[in-house]
């Protein structure tokens, strides 16, 4: 049980780090795509319903 929990306290920051990784790399391949295909008006829009509604789920969820 001792070296479970040693493993995943040591696995767990580098999983977290190239989870931000991942993150980072696919906001920017968006913000290119979105650059290029959709005006600024309704990216924001977009980013902004797309916000509304996970801040309402975890609204719903820890309420």
Known sequence: MYQVIMLRDRLLPILLTALTS????????????TTVELSPILTTLLRYLIALVFL???????K
């Open 22 to 33: 991942l993150l980072f790399a696919g906001s920017f391949i968006a913000g290119k795509f």
């Open 56 to 62: 309402s789920g975890l609204l719903i969820h820890y």
